[in-house]
């Protein structure tokens, strides 16, 4: 919404980042009850787990970029209505999954457990097609209402995601016994508070023309900035995902996929920009070592803030909170650093808080939290400034180049990311009790199969049977060994993201540094 002076709603924005922290709402509660109760009360292992996690994660990337391509024609609007209603659905499908397995034994509760995993899992990915569709219309709002400050802007705005972090870890943490041992139907019902709250500011809001379409950029063009590579990678994730949900092969993907990369080419003309290639390749490893991270953060570092007198979802809160305050202050530290050097720095900060925080299972609390203090500081810029750097050298491709990467980031780590450390912790702390105790290996290890291949897992409901004390011991250190190195391991990811900063760093400054793109005539109008 602007005024007569082209000045932009702060109200709109407000709104815009309310909705924000209803996907952290909606993202915490559900993670750290992955963590503490869903585990045990559906009797899943780590891997399991992990699909979970994914399932309330990848969908996130068909919304996004579905609605993308046609939030121009349907409106704003639509599209927040939409999330509300997903939200609705995934907390009434979760309370339907908790009394499914009131009051029941043997054989009758097995059959119920998988019934509420079910529950949980289809809700997942109902509730995360609800935050794809909230990044759908706030990003390219937020974007055309500061067209000539798109960085700064989208930094504020997604200071609504750690900020939500931080309020919902607030919350759960207050509410741990509940979630622990109580109804846990509760904390679920903490995502309505943002949601009411957001729908209600948005539902009479003026939403303004995606700059694109102000400034008489064609729908093909738009397109063409995306192009047929971007198209693969994007359809691809998505396919290979919908595969293993409805059982077809990767063969099948594959084909899906180049068939609607072709027909994106032919329409188009284009493989696209070379820069929206670069950016969709980061945007993978990025999002696995942000959002893939603090998926398992809190789960990871359970023991030794256990060990400290504390909840470990006192970490991810940390972290976030100074997410929220350096993104409110990205204004003057990119104009100082450009935003290449802001990600390269960043890049170099993450590396060193995952080592640090790797070797923090024997520490005492301090170094605990100086370890995420460097992390906290390493991941708070990658998301917004890549959408900021996406916007502004990419202006023609509109909301479907700044939403699609973020969909392409979510789709990955919830596909490979989650799974991904949810295996190399298995592979870890089944490595592990092999070598310590291989007799009780022998009776506790099952084979599984996930979409990295095959792997040994410990089963929770073997290891839970076991009566002698020394093996309980052996797993649980198994188990803490195998969480510590996939930190460790996760470094490799904002390694090869420091690579292709450097290398854009470069590219920038041989073109007499780095300038953000606008469009003629591309100031917002009310729709």
């Known amino acids: 919404m602007t005024d007569t002076t082209n000045k932009p709603s702060m109200g709109l924005f407000w709104g815009c980042f309310i909705a924000l ?11 750290y009850l992955c963590e503490v109760r869903f585990a045990s009360d559906f009797n899943i292992d780590k891997g399991t787990v992990g699909a979970l996690m994914g399932a309330g994660v990848w969908p996130f990337a068909i919304s996004i970029i579905l609605f993308s391509l046609i939030i121009d024609k349907i409106g704003y609007r639509v599209a927040m209505l939409f999330s509300f209603v997903c939200y609705t659905i995934y907390v009434v499908m979760a309370c339907m999954a908790y009394g499914a397995i009131q009051g029941l034994e043997g054989d009758a509760l097995v059959a119920a457990q998988q019934k509420g995993y079910n529950l949980l899992y289809w809700g997942s990915i ?41 309020l919902a870890g607030l919350i759960t943490i207050a509410m741990a016994d ?36 102000a400034a008489g950029v064609s729908y093909r063009e738009m397109l063409g ?8 990678i994007a359809f691809g ?14 063969g099948v993907s594959a084909v899906l996929a180049v068939a609607v990369a072709v027909a994106f080419g032919v329409y188009t003309k284009s493989m696209g920009r070379g820069f929206m290639a670069v950016v969709i390749i980061i945007m993978m490893p990025l999002a ?33 909170a100074i997410m929220t305050v350096l993104r409110f202050f990205a204004g003057p530290i990119v104009h100082k650093l450009s935003p290449i050097g802001l990600l390269v720095i960043s890049a170099v900060l993450a590396i060193a808080g995952l080592f640090a925080l790797s070797q923090t299972g024997n520490s005492g609390l301090l170094v605990i939290f100086a370890a995420a203090t460097l992390y906290g500081f390493g991941k708070t810029f990658f998301w917004p400034t890549m959408l900021g750097i996406t916007a502004e050298q990419c202006p023609k491709g509109g909301a479907l180049t700044l939403n699609a990467i973020s969909g392409i980031g979510m789709i990955a780590v919830g596909v490979l990311g989650f799974p991904f450390i949810g295996v190399l ?17 022998q009776t506790v290890l099952i084979e599984k199969d996930g979409i990295l291949g095959g792997y040994q897992a410990i089963d929770p409901e073997k290891a839970a049977g076991l009566a002698d004390e020394a ?12 969480q510590f190195s996939a930190l460790g391991k996760m470094a490799m990811f904002p390694v090869f993201m420091l690579l292709c900063y450097l290398g854009l760093f470069f590219y920038f400054k041989s073109k007499g540094g780095y300038k953000a793109q606008v469009l003629p005539g591309s100031v917002a109008k009310s729709e």
């Not at 943002?194 to 729908?199: F, Q, T």
């Not at 093996?471 to 195998?482: F, K, L, R, Y």
């Open 21 to 31: 922290i209803a996907t952290a709402f909606a993202f915490f509660t559900r993670m």
């Open 126 to 166: 109902i509730l995360a097609l609800g935050n794809g569709t909230v990044e759908s219309f706030i990003n390219p709002v937020v974007a055309t209402m500061f067209s000539k400050d798109k960085t700064k802007w989208l930094n504020i705005l997604h200071a609504g995601w750690p900020g939500g972090l931080v």
């Open 178 to 213: 509940i979630a622990e041992s109580g109804d846990w139907r509760l904390v679920i019902g903490v995502i309505a508070v943002p949601a009411v709250i957001y729908v209600v500011m948005l539902m009479k809001a003026k939403f303004p023309v995606n700059e694109r379409e």
């Open 225 to 232: 900035e995306f192009g047929a590579f971007g198209a693969l």
């Open 237 to 250: 994730l998505i396919f290979a995902q919908l595969g293993l949900v409805f059982g077809w092969s990767l």
């Open 288 to 320: 696995t070592t942000e959002i893939g991270t603090d998926g398992w953060i809190s789960g990871l570092m359970a023991v030794p803030m256990k060990e400290a007198g504390f909840n470990a979802g006192w970490v991810l809160v940390y972290t976030s």
């Open 425 to 441: 912790q298995e592979k870890t702390a089944s490595a592990n009790l092999q070598n310590t105790l291989p007799e009780v290996a």
């Open 471 to 482: 093996a309980t011991t052996a797993i649980a250190v198994a188990n803490q060994a195998g």
